[in-house]
């Protein structure tokens, strides 16, 4: 079992809507969940990070959390066409890990005009 | 504030030569993590720099290999190339290392390509 778990896509939205982005994670003791946008051929840019169960949102993002179920997800409402990009799930282990942050493989997102 | 730079930003090599890249972590960060990206593997974790100490370390042969300096600037090195060592070599800074509240930053990457 792949230790961060993300739909490949490519998932495809028309411009205004909601776009739904999906995370598994294996870790139970998992502590820290980051949402990273990667542009093609850019480097991974930080757009959300949640460490409690429940909700966090920041501007038209929203990031969900839910430890029991070990899934977390990112809600982009409005998408524009500039939110097209490969959306990476990165979660951090138990405290004693140090920074040993581990990746899903991300989901490519493509908004259409 | 500068952000994360990285050293050189493209890189050509032949197998069997060895490379090193540069990473400058922002200003007041002390970890470096350094990660390989490739579109079959996606990002995967090859070590972490804290104090100038290596906290983790993936699942890499020894062929790959790091350090960090004083100054919290970390290099990494791949000896004896091979064509699967293509890749872009990523590399993230943080403030604090063993905190759960420690996100990460990435420079620009490098571009290796092995021929």
């Known amino acids: 079992q792949k230790e961060v778990e993300q739909n490949s896509g490519p998932l495809s939205v028309p411009e205004g809507a909601i776009a739904s982005l999906n995370c598994t994670y294996s870790d139970r003791g998992s502590q820290s969940f980051f949402w990273y946008r990667q542009y093609s051929g850019k480097s991974p840019e930080l757009i959300m990070f949640?460490?409690?169960?429940g909700d966090k949102e920041d501007g038209r993002f929203t990031a969900q959390l839910n430890k029991a179920s070990q899934y977390v997800s990112l809600l982009i409402r409005d998408s524009q066409p500039s939110d097209s990009a490969t959306y990476l799930c990165a979660v951090k282990g138990q405290e004693t890990s140090y920074d040993k942050v581990i990746f899903g493989p991300g989901t490519s997102l493509s908004v259409i005009p | 504030k500068a952000g994360v730079t990285q050293t050189p930003r493209y890189l050509i090599k032949t197998r069997g030569q060895q490379v090193t890249l540069s990473c400058s972590p922002i200003s007041g960060h002390r970890s470096v993590s350094w990660y390989q990206q490739t579109p079959g593997q996606g990002l995967q974790f090859l070590f972490e720099y804290f104090s100038e100490t290596q906290r983790n370390k993936g699942n890499f042969p020894g062929r790959f290999s790091g350090r960090q300096f004083s100054n919290s600037r970390s290099e990494m090195n791949v000896s004896t190339l091979e064509l699967g060592d293509s890749a872009l070599y990523l590399c993230a800074s943080s403030k604090l290392s063993g905190s759960s509240y420690n996100e990460q930053f990435f420079g620009p990457g490098t571009r290796l390509t092995v021929l």
């Open positions: 949640i460490y409690s169960n």
